[in-house]
C-alpha cells in the first residue's frame, strides 16, 4: 500500500490494469513495422507514390472489417481469447516478411496484419471497461495513454536504426514484442467478460451500461448523446490532424530549409508534453465529468491550433504544440472513459470496435478535404476553420454535459422505482 501513494492518481487502480498498462508499452516500444511502411514499399519494394498509397489504404480499410468481427467476437466469446487470438495472428504475419526481401508478399501480410490487429483492439479496450467502474476510467484511460505513448517515444527510435542497418528485425523486432504482451495478458489478467446472469453485476453498473437485449445499432440508437458525442470526436480528429499535414506546409513556407528539423523539434515537443503532463492534468480534472474535459480539450484545441494563423517566430510554434498537446490529452483520456461509461455491458466489444473507426473518419478524410481547400485558399485560413470549428465542438460538448446533468435526477428517480 506504501507503494501505492506514489502513484498519485493511479494508486487505486487494479494490478489487471497496470499489466495492461505494461503491455500497451511494451507493444508500443515495438512498433517497428507500420511508421516505415511508406518508406519500406518505396524503397526496398520499389513502388511508385501511387501504388504505395494504394497499399497504404489497403492496410488502413483492413482494419475496419477486422474491428467490427473482433468486436463482435469479443462479446460472444470473451475478451481474453479474441486478444491473445488476433494479437498473435498480427504478429505471426510479420515474421514471414523478415525473409521473404523485396517479394510482393509483403504488401499483402502487412494488410492480413492490420486486419488481425484490428481484430484485436476491441477485444483488449473491452478488457479495461470491465475491469474499471465509471469511478475509476478516468484515471485507467490516462495511465494507459501515458503507456502507450511511452512506448511509442522508444518505437520509431530503435526502428529507424534498424531499418538502415538490419531490416529483417524491424518484422522480428514487432513480432517479440508483441508475443511479449500478449504473455502478459495471457498469464496475469484472468477473463474479464461479465456473466450476464448475476444479479450483482448488473447493480454495479450505472444506467446507461445496463445489458441490452437488441443489436448493436438498436443499442446504439437509444443512447443520442453518445451518438452526438462521436460525431463531435471525429470532428475534433480532423482538426488535430491538421498538425500532420497543414502544420509542415506552414514550417516549410515560412523557415525553407530548416522544416524539417523544426517539425521533429515539434514532433518532440509534442511526445514529452504527453509523457510529462498527462498525470497532472488527470489530477487536476480528476473531478471533473469526462464530457466536460472533452470540451475543456476543444478549448485548448481552438487556441493552440488557432494562434498558428498569425506567428512567425519558432518558440511560439513550440508554445502553440504545447497548447494543443494539453487538449489532445484532454481528449483522448476522458473521451475513452465517457464511451465507456455509456456503453451496455452486453455490447462491449461492438461499441470499442465502432468508436475508433468513427474518430478516425476525421484523420482519413481531414488531408484530403484541406488539400481540395487550399487550391483556393491560404495555408493560414486553414487555422482560422480550426479555431472557430474547435471553440463550436467544445461548446456544444458543453450543452451535452448540462442535458446529461439535468437528466441524471430524473434517471435516478426511474432507478429508485424499479
Same mark, same amino acid.
Given at each position: 500500500?506504501?507503494?501505492?501513494?506514489?502513484?498519485?492518481?493511479?494508486?487505486? %487502480?487494479?494490478? =489487471?490494469? &497496470?499489466?495492461?498498462?505494461? /503491455?500497451?508499452?511494451? #507493444? $508500443? @516500444?515495438?512498433?517497428?513495422?507500420?511508421?516505415?511502411?511508406?518508406?519500406?514499399?518505396?524503397?526496398?519494394?520499389?513502388?511508385?507514390?501511387?501504388?504505395?498509397?494504394?497499399?497504404?489504404?489497403?492496410?488502413?480499410?483492413?482494419?475496419?472489417?477486422?474491428?467490427?468481427?473482433?468486436?463482435?467476437?469479443?462479446?460472444?466469446?470473451?475478451?481474453?481469447?479474441?486478444?491473445?487470438?488476433?494479437?498473435?495472428?498480427?504478429?505471426?504475419?510479420?515474421?514471414?516478411?523478415?525473409?521473404?526481401?523485396?517479394?510482393?508478399?509483403?504488401?499483402?501480410? %502487412?494488410?492480413? =496484419?492490420? &486486419?488481425?490487429?484490428?481484430? /484485436?483492439?476491441?477485444? #483488449? $479496450? @473491452?478488457?479495461?471497461?470491465?475491469?474499471?467502474?465509471?469511478?475509476?476510467?478516468?484515471?485507467?484511460?490516462?495511465?494507459?495513454?501515458?503507456?502507450?505513448?511511452?512506448?511509442?517515444?522508444?518505437?520509431?527510435?530503435?526502428?529507424?536504426?534498424?531499418?538502415?542497418?538490419?531490416?529483417?528485425?524491424?518484422?522480428?523486432?514487432?513480432?517479440?514484442?508483441?508475443?511479449?504482451?500478449?504473455?502478459?495478458?495471457?498469464?496475469?489478467?484472468?477473463?474479464?467478460?461479465?456473466?450476464?446472469?448475476?444479479?450483482?453485476?448488473?447493480?454495479?453498473?450505472?444506467?446507461?451500461?445496463?445489458?441490452?437485449?437488441?443489436?448493436?445499432?438498436?443499442?446504439?440508437?437509444?443512447?443520442?448523446?453518445?451518438?452526438?458525442?462521436?460525431?463531435?470526436?471525429?470532428?475534433?480528429?480532423?482538426?488535430?490532424?491538421?498538425?500532420?499535414?497543414?502544420?509542415?506546409?506552414?514550417?516549410?513556407?515560412?523557415?525553407?530549409?530548416?522544416?524539417?528539423?523544426?517539425?521533429?523539434?515539434?514532433?518532440?515537443?509534442?511526445?514529452?508534453?504527453?509523457?510529462?503532463?498527462?498525470?497532472?492534468?488527470?489530477?487536476?480534472?480528476?473531478?471533473?465529468?469526462?464530457?466536460?474535459?472533452?470540451?475543456?480539450?476543444?478549448?485548448?484545441?481552438?487556441?493552440?491550433?488557432?494562434?498558428?494563423?498569425?506567428?512567425?517566430?519558432?518558440?511560439?510554434?513550440?508554445?502553440?504544440?504545447?497548447?494543443?498537446?494539453?487538449?489532445?490529452?484532454?481528449?483522448?483520456?476522458?473521451?475513452?472513459?465517457?464511451?465507456?461509461?455509456?456503453?451496455?455491458?452486453?455490447?462491449?466489444?461492438?461499441?470499442?470496435?465502432?468508436?475508433?473507426?468513427?474518430?478516425?473518419?476525421?484523420?482519413?478524410?481531414?488531408?484530403?478535404?484541406?488539400?481540395?481547400?487550399?487550391?483556393?485558399?491560404?495555408?493560414?485560413?486553414?487555422?482560422?476553420?480550426?479555431?472557430?470549428?474547435?471553440?463550436?465542438?467544445?461548446?456544444?460538448?458543453?450543452?451535452?454535459?448540462?442535458?446529461?446533468?439535468?437528466?441524471?435526477?430524473?434517471?435516478?428517480?426511474?432507478?429508485?422505482?424499479?
Amino acid at each position: 500500500m506504501s507503494i501505492r501513494r506514489f502513484l498519485g492518481p493511479y494508486q487505486h %487502480l487494479s494490478n =489487471s490494469i &497496470f499489466i495492461i498498462f505494461f /503491455a500497451r508499452m511494451v #507493444n $508500443s @516500444a515495438g512498433h517497428f513495422v507500420m511508421p516505415f511502411m511508406v518508406m519500406f514499399l518505396r524503397d526496398k519494394i520499389g513502388l511508385n507514390p501511387e501504388q504505395t498509397g494504394y497499399y497504404m489504404m489497403l492496410a488502413a480499410f483492413a482494419y475496419v472489417p477486422g474491428s467490427i468481427a473482433g468486436g463482435k467476437l469479443a462479446d460472444i466469446l470473451g475478451r481474453k481469447r479474441i486478444f491473445i487470438l488476433f494479437q498473435s495472428l498480427a504478429a505471426c504475419s510479420f515474421i514471414p516478411c523478415a525473409f521473404l526481401e523485396s517479394s510482393m508478399l509483403i504488401p499483402w501480410l %502487412l494488410i492480413l =496484419s492490420s &486486419f488481425f490487429s484490428g481484430a /484485436a483492439g476491441p477485444a #483488449n $479496450s @473491452a478488457m479495461v471497461a470491465d475491469l474499471t467502474k465509471s469511478t475509476n476510467r478516468k484515471e485507467a484511460y490516462s495511465l494507459l495513454y501515458m503507456g502507450h505513448n511511452l512506448g511509442f517515444a522508444i518505437g520509431p527510435l530503435a526502428a529507424g536504426f534498424l531499418y538502415r542497418n538490419y531490416l529483417p528485425w524491424i518484422f522480428i523486432g514487432d513480432a517479440f514484442t508483441s508475443f511479449v504482451s500478449i504473455f502478459l495478458v495471457a498469464k496475469f489478467i484472468p477473463e474479464t467478460k461479465p456473466d450476464l446472469e448475476k444479479k450483482e453485476i448488473h447493480e454495479e453498473l450505472s444506467h446507461n451500461e445496463h445489458a441490452e437485449t437488441g443489436s448493436f445499432i438498436a443499442a446504439l440508437l437509444k443512447r443520442p448523446v453518445l451518438c452526438i458525442f462521436m460525431l463531435m470526436i471525429a470532428l475534433y480528429s480532423f482538426i488535430y490532424v491538421q498538425h500532420h499535414f497543414t502544420l509542415p506546409l506552414q514550417l516549410e513556407e515560412v523557415f525553407g530549409e530548416k522544416d524539417a528539423s523544426y517539425y521533429g523539434m515539434i514532433m518532440t515537443t509534442n511526445a514529452l508534453t504527453v509523457v510529462f503532463c498527462t498525470t497532472l492534468v488527470t489530477h487536476l480534472t480528476l473531478k471533473l465529468k469526462p464530457i466536460f474535459c472533452v470540451g475543456l480539450g476543444g478549448l485548448f484545441y481552438g487556441i493552440g491550433f488557432g494562434m498558428l494563423f498569425g506567428i512567425n517566430h519558432f518558440y511560439l510554434y513550440i508554445l502553440s504544440t504545447f497548447i494543443w498537446t494539453l487538449g489532445e490529452i484532454l481528449v483522448s483520456t476522458n473521451g475513452m472513459a465517457f464511451v465507456a461509461n455509456n456503453t451496455p455491458i452486453s455490447h462491449r466489444g461492438r461499441f470499442n470496435a465502432i468508436f475508433p473507426i468513427i474518430a478516425e473518419a476525421g484523420h482519413a478524410v481531414g488531408p484530403y478535404l484541406t488539400g481540395k481547400y487550399l487550391l483556393s485558399h491560404s495555408l493560414r485560413s486553414v487555422w482560422r476553420l480550426a479555431f472557430f470549428g474547435s471553440l463550436s465542438v467544445a461548446c456544444l460538448l458543453f450543452l451535452l454535459q448540462m442535458m446529461e446533468s439535468m437528466r441524471s435526477p430524473e434517471i435516478n428517480r426511474e432507478q429508485e422505482q424499479i
